[in-house]
Nanobody, 124 residues
């Protein structure tokens, strides 16, 4: 059974960087992986996604473009989210999730397996 875990997270100053890692059980190269975040009082939003299969197509939410980079390490069955130039509005609980099929949608309802989330706080 596919399981997703996302250790990491923490407190970082504005303008700083943080790298989140999503681990999965078994061979998940065929799964699309997405990163999502949820701020207090707000809906969960898609941050970035990377497709399953051979293409590794990526997709980024508006707030992540140019600052965040999603990548996959097939040998380690991990997907990382490198976050640079962080802003206070990036604060929230970050979730990693998996779905079958190759398209890296950013809408949460497409994803079937979720991690428990990790807190990211951007504050001075």
């Amino acid at each position: 059974q596919l399981q997703v875990v996302e250790p990491g997270g923490g407190l970082v100053q504005p303008g700083g960087s943080l790298k989140l890692s999503c681990g999965t059980s078994g061979d998940t190269s065929g799964y699309t992986i997405g990163w999502f975040r949820q701020a207090p009082g707000k809906e969960r939003e898609g941050v970035a996604g990377i497709s399953g299969g051979d293409n590794s197509d990526t997709n980024y939410g508006k707030s992540a473009k140019g600052r965040f980079t999603i990548s996959r390490d097939r040998a380690k069955n991990t997907v990382s989210l490198q976050m640079d130039s962080l802003k206070p509005e990036d604060t929230g609980v970050y979730y990693c999730a998996a779905k079958s099929g190759p398209t890296p949608f950013l809408q949460p309802h497409y994803y079937t397996t979720w991690g428990q989330g990790t807190q990211v706080t951007v504050s001075s």
